[in-house]
C-alpha cells in the first residue's frame, strides 16, 4: 500500500512556547496478520538494538542530528507486525 501522512493536534498550556511543540512518529506495517512468536522476538531484539539504549546506533545518529530534544524508541502495535 501507498504511505499515508495523518497529522492530528494536540494540547498545549495557554502560556507555552508552541515553536517546539511538534511530535513525529514514523511506522512501518509489516504484516496485517499478528507475527509469530519467533519473529516478534527477533523484531523485539532490533528494536532494542537500534533504539533501546542512549548509546544505541539509531537512537544516537536521530539524537545527534538534533531532530528533536528526546527520541522514543520501541513499541510498535500488539495486533499488527509494526
Known sequence: SEPRRVEHSFAVGKDEDISKKV??????????????????LALSIMDYCLMGTPG???????????????????????????
Open 23 to 40: 511530535m513525529v512518529s514514523v511506522s512501518w506495517v509489516l504484516s496485517e496478520d499478528k507475527p509469530d512468536l519467533e519473529t516478534s
Open 56 to 82: 544505541a546506533p539509531l537512537r544516537k545518529a536521530l539524537t545527534d542530528a538534533g531532530l528533536g530534544s528526546r527520541v522514543i524508541g520501541g513499541g510498535g502495535s500488539q495486533g499488527r507486525g509494526q
